[in-house]
């Protein structure tokens, strides 16, 4: 199955960046879409922004401006660079990819990186 590995994250103040970066591996499965999502404690897991193999993007409302996802099919990597960071940002981010084989789909999540924003 899919394997996806984050690395990136930790504390940040105010005002500042951070980058997130996902690497997949495909073991026979094929990506096409991938994307991150983040959860603060008490609220439901929402995406943040997600990137097809294509390379067409979409972004939550309230990270457009700030954030911004790429990929790089050959390496089957994806980031989200994060500036302008504020501390409504904290939460733990999850990449996650749509693969498929053989016409069987399904989603693979990776580990979570934890984003901490100071005031």
């Known amino acids: 199955q899919v394997q996806l590995v984050e690395s990136g994250g930790g504390l940040v103040q105010a005002g500042g960046s951070l980058r997130l970066s996902c690497a997949a591996s495909?073991?026979?499965?094929?990506?096409?879409?991938m994307a991150w999502s983040r959860q603060a404690p008490g609220s439901q897991r929402e995406v943040v922004a997600q990137?097809?193999?294509?390379?067409?993007?979409n972004y939550a409302d309230s990270v457009k401006g700030r954030f911004t996802i790429s990929r790089d099919n050959a390496e089957n990597t994806v980031s989200l660079q994060m500036n302008r960071l504020e501390p409504e940002d904290t939460a733990m981010y999850y990449c996650?990819?749509?693969?498929?084989?053989?016409?069987?789909?399904?989603?693979?999540w990776g580990q979570g990186s934890q984003v901490t924003v100071s005031p």
């Open positions: 996650w990819a749509t693969a498929t084989n053989s016409g069987w789909t399904y989603t693979a």
């Open positions: 495909e073991n026979g499965f094929s990506i096409t879409r």
């Open positions: 990137i097809t193999s294509g390379g067409s993007t």
